[in-house]
């Protein structure tokens, strides 16, 4: 399975960056290794089973207090290794603004 149909360039890690999956409900957390990252997606190394996990959406956490986290969804699986997808930031609060918003507000 290809990699490398990314549409912005991938940093590779040689070793790769500690990171976490976790349920957009928090009930479930995974470690696993970023092994490439870009401005639209990654791919990671996930230890441990994906099985019960719902990847239709999920949290990819950055760090392990979760200040730092993208909402993706699944993209591909090869194996033990996965292919997400970042998610665009605030696109539910921004249709939800604009669908309150009165015809005749200035924006």
Request: with cysteine; hydrophobic share 35%; net charge positive.
């Amino acid at each position: 399975m290809a990699y490398g149909d990314r549409k912005s360039e991938r940093v590779n890690f040689d070793r790769g960056i500690p990171v976490y999956m976790m349920g957009i409900d928090g009930t479930w957390r995974r470690d696993c290794m970023m092994i490439d990252v870009s401005q639209t997606g990654a791919r990671l190394l996930i230890e441990g089973s994906l099985e019960g996990l719902d990847l239709k959406e999920f949290f990819l956490l950055l760090s392990s207090t979760g200040l730092a986290y993208r909402r993706c969804k699944l993209v591909r699986v090869s194996g033990d290794q996965i292919g997400i997808e970042f998610l665009a930031r605030d696109t539910h609060t921004k249709k939800k603004a604009s669908k309150h918003r009165a015809p005749d507000q200035a924006v």
